[in-house]
């Protein structure tokens, strides 16, 4: 991951990617079973909504209010961070994840990432210097390559 100048949660495991059990315990929190799943499904799937989050994890018994709280608690706790995108909703990022835009198809619903936004670029836009930017949210919208070959198609995502 490219460190562009932000100071992300450093809750990387020295190999293997991160160990959700001890990102909970640097940060206080007890290391409970929905927890540590919904971290694992996090890291695991690509930008995850709350609804990926909950098949991946209701066979472990975990129900879609704790599914919803627990997100919450890891929100506020700087281990993930959700980004809104148009037609899909939110989807989650781990706190590792230096800020950086989206690439969104709207026909197709293709999400990508696009490289972190390096701080220089925020200054210029008028962030203040002692302003601690945790994330920034912008999401590019468009037709990808493969949808304008394709051309309009009448059953896009709205
Ligand atoms: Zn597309
Ligand atoms: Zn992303």
Redesign the pocket.
Request: hydrophobic share 25%; no cysteine; proline share 0%.
């Given at each position: 991951m490219t460190d562009a100048g932000f100071t992300p949660v450093d809750i990387h495991a020295p190999a293997g990617g991160l160990d959700a059990r001890a990102a909970l315990r640097a940060r206080g929190l007890r290391a409970t079973e929905a927890r540590v799943l919904l971290l694992d499904a996090i890291r695991d799937l690509d930008?995850p909504t709350v609804e990926a989050l909950h098949l991946a994890t209701r066979d472990r018994g975990i129900a879609l209010t704790t599914v919803y709280r627990t997100l919450e608690t890891l929100e506020r706790a700087g281990l993930v961070w959700a980004?809104h995108v148009p037609g899909t909703g939110r989807?989650y990022?781990l706190g590792t994840?230096a800020p950086?835009a989206?690439l969104l198809c709207r026909e197709c619903g293709r999400?990508?990432?696009?490289e972190p936004i390096p701080e220089d670029a925020l200054a210029d836009r008028g962030v203040p210097d002692d302003f601690e930017v945790e994330h920034v949210q912008l999401t590019v919208i468009g037709r990808c390559a493969d949808c304008r070959t394709r051309g309009y198609s009448a059953n896009r995502p709205a």
């Open positions: 930008h980004v989807t990022h994840h950086h989206h999400l990508e990432d696009l």
